[in-house]
């Protein structure tokens, strides 16, 4: 299943089918997994103090580097399977 943009409203989960509603669920744990989990580990990554002339991207970087990490974050846990987002997924789906 590709990854969908899905609009996030509590009228609409409501009256949402089962497959709707799993994807609503599954998309916002993923936005959870990427904010929590990958976005600090990426931060501190950056905050290495081993940075040479070779592998950095300079003021840019310097500049652009948090907006980076929140979109690798949140590609890097729409891309994860099987990992933690997929745990609290079926935890969540158990409960409801």
């Known amino acids: ?20 509603r799993g994807r609503m669920l599954r998309q916002a744990v993923n936005e959870v997994v990427g904010s929590v989990f990958y976005g600090p580990m990426l931060e501190m990554a950056r905050e290495n103090p081993l940075k040479g002339k070779f592998g950095h991207g300079g003021r840019g970087e310097d500049i652009f580097g948090a907006q980076l990490d929140m979109e690798l974050a949140r590609r890097a846990s729409h891309r994860a399977d099987g990992g933690l987002a997929e745990t609290l997924v079926k935890r969540f789906e158990r409960k409801a």
Do not use: I, K
């Open 1 to 20: 299943m590709g990854v969908a943009e899905v609009q996030l409203s509590a009228a609409r989960a409501a009256t949402a089918s089962t497959e709707y």
